[in-house]
């Protein structure tokens, strides 16, 4: 049974038919990732997954449980986090402080939070470098660091992950997709959304690539590297 | 040099108040982006509540009046307005708030109309003075300082003003629900999706401010010893303009800019003469705006893309 499983997803914003019928699975344990252009529906796949959105249409089957209708501040609790696009980490409060509201839904379990953040700067040792400075003041690769970081201190089994490589220099990119790998490698099944359609593809295992709220292609990742249609499309390749 | 200090300590006082009304307004903008117009009123509640209602219960019931049964007062009120706070939100505000901006700042005149008037009908509109027996039973305590006098009951009212507002910097600063109530006030869907439940933290803010706004209220009361049903349109303006003065959204900011707004009146009081304290206060807030529109403390880290 697939850890996630997304089936026929129809949203609107407002009375913009946003998802058109989305389907889509994620086994546990792999990276699997949606591109697509800007507006083709990858955030709001993703804001319907976390409940911010709900969907017209459709079901969404987490751990074999539905859970489109549970309110997204109860999603986290079933275990999926979400570093959402554009970062939003919360900018007027510390990196500490941050790491703690993404443990928010563990209550006062310390041992647990510790554990947590003893994990998370292990994979960004430049957090615990910066722990007591307000967030807002990170370069933009710190912030990405940060979000991510604080989707991972509620120890999620699906960390979903809404362009991390956005506005970020290639190296810093290159930088963020190996901890990705990382966190996969320790177990998280990651859900990644990306305009970086090549970067994502060489990380992920599996690809769907979304075009006005519809899924048109989808694959083993190798294959759609390696297919004309996304090479013209999303490679920028003739 | 007495006047001075005199006129200081007065503008402490009065500032204290001021701060501890401009809190819920700025706790309410901060979560919201919505000016609680109704505040003013809940703060004159809890000055009827307490100095009318159980004031007279304690002076009837015979009980002997000490700083206990004072604090017992401002207990039960903050407790009770907080109450109405919760209510006011459930039923004025939250229905609205997919409405956007502007309806639920309607539905705040609508229910500050209806708070005024309901306290009217209820005691009256005519001035209410705190029960002689009440204030006889206190004792008049009175020390003198470098030419300045202050009473008992003021020490206590500073003390009951400062202790609020540190428990409240305390709690916002240092414990997980603080902190939340700070992440909700930047970004509500991001703090859902760290699992805090947005709406309960609004509940909270509806208890917590209207429950200081209160204390305000009864101290308001023993101070000047009378009240009216309008107490809130003024106090609230004021304290409005402190929460502004200090960075609205910013609750640091609303204590400063309420003790600041209260100092330069005192001194306008003192050294110009009372006619013109008003005037001097919003000249020198046009002048602050002027330099600083966000407030004081009212600085907004920019997001780095």
Redesign the interface.
Known sequence: MALLEVRNLHAYYGHVHALRGISLTVEEGEIVTLIGANGAGKTTTLRSI???LRPREGEIVFDGEVINGV???????RGI??A?E????????TVQ?NL???A??LG?DRAAIEANRRRVFALFPRLEERKNQ?A?????GE?QMLAIG??LM?RPRLLMLDEPS??LAPMLVRAIFQTIREINEQGVTVLLVEQNARAALRLADRGYVLETGRIVLSGPARELLGDEKVRKAYLGES | MGQLLQQLLNGLTIGSFYALIALGYTMVYGVLKLINFAHGDLFMLGAYIGLVTLASLVVNVGLAVNLGVLLAIFLIVMSLVGVVGVILERIAYRPLYKAGRLPPIVSALGASIFLQNGVMLLYGARYRTFPEAFKQAMPEVMWELGGARFTLMQVIMLAISFLLMAALYLFVNYTRVGTAMRAVALDHDTARLMGIDVNRIIVLVFIIGPALGAAGGIMVGLFYGRIYFTLGWSYGLKAFTAAILGGIGNIPGAMIGGLLLGLVEALATGFVSDAWKNAIAFFILVIILILRPTGLLGERVAEKL
């Open positions: 976390s409940g911010l309110p997204a501040h109860q999603i986290v609790y986090c979400q959402p554009g970062r939003k980490i919360f900018s007027t409060l402080e703690n509201m993404g928010y839904s006062n307000i807002g003041t990170l370069s933009g912030q604080r989707a509620a956005l506005g």
